[in-house]
């Protein structure tokens, strides 16, 4: 085979020559080649011409030079992300002019495409939450294209927004207590994308959280704990499924942690989940996922996995809570009570807010004081000591010390202890609420002690003496006319009566040389009662008269006093005779 096209040296004489008739049509470019072969001799000779039909064809797509996965956040107010979708870095020898194409598919489903882009118009797109696949096809003039698929990871990075009440008021029930969820406390919390709980907790601890009680948390059940002191763990069996990154936002948000356990731990840990839901797998701290199935070792989790999950708690005190508890000990508390609200969306972003709480006692106290009495008026007691003998009030609250009666005493008692002593007792609770009672003790004679005036053998009795004719000398009574010697009424009265006498005389004189006197004195005696006159009552409670009434508070004895003169005369020393004439 001999190359003639171009041979400077003539070989045999022959040369070889051609033409080119190029046509374009579209992307296609055909050439006809002519080739003409020519022998120089003596006669030229031509052989007859050639034509080659040549077609060149750009079947090539452009060249692309791959992009970078994209890693997205939503924005504050929408669950989407704003993405810009930059133009290929696309390069092609045929056609330096490149157009392109970008469609995403929703979360890997490519029959579920989320956004479409070319190269006419905007570029910004706005992706949801999920991991979007996004095919870049760029296409030259010729429409041959080349493919480029990058990621786009679009998540929720935002935290929600936390808004709290202002000054929420809470109100203690009969127990002295109000447990309050998070919702009271929440003014409109929200998310952008979805807000999954609301968990709240006390900023302090007081009286009314120790011990710190187990918390609650939404969509976990408590499976178990283990330890002692410093050592004692909670722990929760997430009952939603979720990624490793979620699932720990998730537990820190509600103040733990994945699980993180070895040995003995993780024997108790498994043993908790398999009681709550045996056969499954779950996440644990460190990337990685445990099952309850067999003595296996936990392995390497990817990030796509969406397992169940376990939170570990070290201090309730510090975690949160579905609700928070109020008692007694917060009421009018000064400052208020402050809790932290925190809204957790589900993505595991959480965002808090403070707010103080006003709690209330709205549930007043009782008491019931001890049932009226009545006692004979000679019943011993101290006034400063009523409850030793007529007992003390039942006091009721729902909050705890009981509030201490305050007693004021109101004695209404006469002379003759007849009457009655008011005991009033007022209470107040630490809300302020205040109820009071009453208790009436009333005195009032022993029937069987009732002075009844004196018997018959109580008055003095008549009599005669012998003595001067006139009763008084000088006006003063002779001591052998006075009742000392002659008598006076016996009166034998109790410690509820107050009775007295007093007498008065009638003196009549006779001249009857004849007569058994010269004397006589009536002696009139009027014994009184003076507790038997109102106010005073009688042993039936009804009043006793206010004037005198004989028989009911008086009584009268005439006494006669006869006086008997039986020495005659003497003459005293008389002057001796004179004569007169």
Same mark, same amino acid.
């Given at each position: 085979?001999?190359?003639?096209?171009?041979?400077?040296?003539?070989?045999?004489?022959?040369?070889?020559?051609?033409?080119?008739?190029?046509?374009?049509?579209?992307?296609?470019?055909?050439?006809?080649?002519?080739?003409?072969?020519?022998?120089?001799?003596?006669? /030229?000779?031509?052989?007859?011409?050639?034509?080659?039909?040549?077609?060149?064809?750009?079947?090539?797509?452009?060249?692309?030079?791959?992009?970078?996965?994209?890693?997205?956040?939503?924005?504050?107010?929408?669950?989407?992300?704003?993405?810009?979708?930059?133009?290929?870095?696309?390069?092609?020898?045929?056609?330096?002019?490149?157009?392109?194409?970008?469609?995403?598919?929703?979360?890997?489903?490519?029959?579920?495409?989320?956004?479409?882009?070319?190269?006419?118009?905007?570029?910004?797109?706005?992706?949801?939450?999920?991991?979007?696949?996004?095919?870049?096809?760029?296409?030259?003039?010729?429409?041959?294209?080349?493919?480029?698929?990058?990621?786009?990871?679009?998540?929720?990075?935002?935290?929600?927004?936390?808004?709290?009440?202002?000054?929420?008021?809470?109100?203690?029930?009969?127990?002295?207590?109000?447990?309050?969820?998070?919702?009271?406390?929440?003014?409109?919390?929200?998310?952008?994308?979805?807000?999954?709980?609301?968990?709240?907790? #006390?900023?302090?601890?007081?009286?009314?959280?120790?011990?710190?009680?187990?918390?609650?948390? +939404?969509?976990?059940?408590?499976?178990?704990?283990?330890?002692?002191?410093?050592?004692?763990?909670?722990?929760?069996?997430?009952?939603?499924?979720?990624?490793?990154?979620?699932?720990?936002?998730?537990?820190?948000?509600?103040?733990?942690?994945?699980?993180?356990?070895?040995?003995?731990? #993780?024997?108790?840990?498994?043993?908790?989940?398999?009681?709550?839901?045996?056969?499954?797998?779950?996440?644990?701290?460190?990337?990685?996922?445990?099952?309850?199935?067999?003595?296996?070792?936990?392995?390497?989790?990817?990030?796509?996995?969406?397992?169940?999950?376990?939170?570990?708690?070290?201090? +309730?005190?510090?975690?949160?809570?579905?609700?928070?508890?109020?008692?007694?000990?917060?009421?009018?508390?000064? +400052?208020?009570?402050?809790?932290? %609200?925190?809204?957790?969306?589900?993505?595991?972003?959480?965002?808090?807010?403070?707010?103080?709480?006003?709690?209330?006692?709205?549930?007043?106290?009782?008491?019931?004081?001890?049932?009226?009495?009545?006692?004979?008026?000679?019943?011993?007691?101290?006034?400063?000591?009523?409850?030793?003998?007529?007992?003390?009030?039942?006091?009721?609250?729902?909050?705890?010390?009981?509030?201490?009666?305050?007693?004021?005493?109101?004695?209404?008692?006469?002379?003759?202890?007849?009457?009655?002593?008011?005991?009033?007792?007022?209470?107040?609770?630490?809300?302020?609420?205040?109820?009071?009672?009453?208790?009436?003790?009333?005195?009032?004679?022993?029937?069987?002690?009732?002075?009844?005036?004196?018997?018959?053998?109580?008055?003095?009795?008549?009599?005669?003496?012998?003595?001067?004719?006139?009763?008084?000398?000088?006006?003063?009574?002779?001591?052998?006319?006075?009742?000392?010697?002659?008598?006076?009424?016996?009166?034998?009265?109790?410690?509820?009566?107050?009775?007295?006498?007093?007498?008065?005389?009638?003196?009549?004189?006779? /001249?009857?040389?004849?007569?058994?006197?010269?004397?006589?004195?009536?002696?009139?005696?009027?014994?009184?009662?003076?507790?038997?006159?109102?106010?005073?009552?009688?042993?039936?409670?009804?009043?006793?008269?206010?004037?005198?009434? %004989?028989?009911?508070?008086?009584?009268?004895?005439?006494?006669?006093?006869?006086?008997?003169?039986?020495?005659?005369?003497?003459?005293?020393?008389?002057?001796?005779?004179?004569?007169?004439?």
């Amino acid at each position: 085979t001999l190359n003639l096209l171009d041979n400077p040296n003539a070989i045999c004489g022959l040369m070889v020559s051609y033409g080119d008739t190029p046509v374009k049509v579209g992307c296609v470019t055909k050439i006809m080649r002519t080739w003409k072969v020519i022998e120089w001799a003596c006669v /030229n000779r031509t052989m007859n011409d050639h034509v080659q039909m040549i077609e060149i064809v750009d079947d090539k797509g452009p060249i692309v030079t791959p992009a970078s996965d994209v890693n997205l956040s939503t924005s504050n107010h929408k669950c989407e992300a704003l993405y810009t979708f930059p133009p290929p870095g696309a390069s092609d020898v045929c056609n330096p002019r490149t157009v392109f194409t970008v469609t995403v598919y929703g979360n890997g489903n490519y029959s579920n495409p989320v956004a479409f882009v070319d190269t006419v118009g905007s570029r910004n797109r706005a992706l949801p939450v999920g991991i979007h696949s996004a095919i870049y096809t760029v296409y030259d003039g010729c429409l041959n294209n080349t493919k480029d698929t990058i990621i786009i990871t679009v998540e929720d990075n935002t935290p929600p927004v936390a808004i709290c009440d202002d000054i929420p008021t809470i109100g203690l029930n009969s127990n002295g207590e109000a447990w309050v969820p998070a919702s009271v406390v929440d003014d409109g919390s929200y998310d952008e994308c979805q807000l999954k709980t609301l968990v709240v907790r #006390r900023m302090t601890n007081t009286s009314c959280s120790t011990p710190c009680p187990t918390p609650e948390f +939404p969509g976990f059940a408590f499976i178990g704990k283990r330890g002692t002191g410093t050592s004692e763990r909670w722990y929760y069996l997430a009952q939603h499924a979720a990624s490793p990154k979620i699932a720990a936002k998730t537990a820190t948000a509600l103040g733990g942690y994945l699980v993180q356990y070895s040995g003995q731990e #993780r024997t108790d840990v498994r043993a908790f989940v398999h009681t709550y839901a045996p056969n499954i797998r779950y996440h644990i701290s460190g990337m990685q996922k445990d099952t309850t199935v067999g003595n296996s070792t936990p392995i390497s989790a990817i990030p796509s996995d969406t397992l169940r999950y376990v939170i570990e708690i070290e201090n +309730p005190c510090n975690a949160f809570s579905s609700h928070v508890k109020f008692c007694c000990d917060d009421i009018n508390s000064r +400052p208020q009570q402050m809790v932290i %609200l925190r809204a957790i969306d589900v993505s595991g972003n959480f965002n808090d807010c403070m707010v103080g709480v006003e709690v209330q006692d709205k549930l007043g106290p009782s008491i019931t004081c001890p049932s009226d009495r009545t006692v004979f008026c000679d019943f011993v007691y101290d006034l400063n000591n009523l409850s030793k003998d007529f007992g003390s009030p039942v006091v009721k609250d729902n909050c705890t010390p009981l509030p201490t009666p305050v007693e004021t005493v109101t004695p209404d008692l006469t002379g003759c202890r007849i009457g009655s002593i008011t005991r009033k007792f007022v209470i107040e609770d630490r809300g302020g609420k205040k109820d009071s009672c009453f208790q009436t003790i009333t005195f009032l004679p022993d029937p069987l002690k009732v002075y009844t005036g004196p018997g018959p053998n109580d008055w003095p009795r008549d009599t005669m003496i012998q003595s001067c004719g006139n009763q008084t000398v000088g006006g003063v009574t002779p001591p052998e006319r006075l009742p000392a010697l002659l008598g006076s009424p016996r009166i034998i009265d109790g410690v509820c009566s107050l009775a007295g006498g007093n007498y008065t005389d009638e003196e009549y004189s006779f /001249n009857n040389s004849t007569g058994q006197a010269c004397l006589k004195i009536l002696r009139t005696w009027t014994v009184i009662d003076w507790c038997k006159f109102a106010p005073n009552r009688r042993p039936n409670g009804s009043t006793y008269p206010s004037t005198k009434t %004989l028989g009911e508070n008086y009584w009268i004895h005439t006494q006669e006093i006869k006086v008997v003169d039986k020495d005659a005369p003497v003459f005293g020393n008389l002057p001796s005779s004179r004569t007169f004439d």
